[in-house]
């Protein structure tokens, strides 16, 4: 894999905040009707780099930070489609028969081709779980729209 790049997701730095309780975090978001969705990272919109999986399983990657995430648990609900993810980024993974620890960092024109020959063993949420208690539904009063993360372990 040409240049590929490995970075610690424990020492990765955003500038995203939640719209509603203003949290730091590595949030997704959905705004203006799904119109498109953000990057976790640095909040520039993302791109889908595996097409042929159009709704199911897509991960997305944008063209400053290039690192792979997907739609994790929800962080908040605050209607119609304006809601916000936690990012889910692979945090164990193989690549040519060597294991990596930590976030890949791909080449945005060839994040594809890379992703493919990338074999995913453990997945991080990069937030725990958290989940907002100030948007349009949260979960003490909307709890069907929530679901304890997978990933974090208590």
Known sequence: MKNLK???????????????????????ETPDGGEYTTCPFC???????????????QILIC??????FDFG?????????????NAHVPSKWIYDGQTYVGAPQLEFEECA??????????WACLNSGKQCMDCAYPPYRSPEYY????LVKK
């Open 6 to 28: 490995i970075r610690d997701i424990i020492t990765l730095l955003n500038n995203c905040r939640c719209w509603s309780c203003h949290t730091y975090g590595f949030f997704i």
């Open 43 to 57: 909040g520039d919109e993302a791109d889908v780099i595996n097409e042929e999986d159009k709704y199911d399983d």
């Open 63 to 68: 063209k400053k930070c290039c690192i792979p």
């Open 73 to 85: 648990c929800v962080h908040a609900i605050g209607g119609c489609t304006d809601n916000t993810s």
């Open 113 to 122: 081709t890379q992703w493919a020959k990338i074999t995913v063993l453990e």
């Open 147 to 150: 679901r304890k993360c997978d």
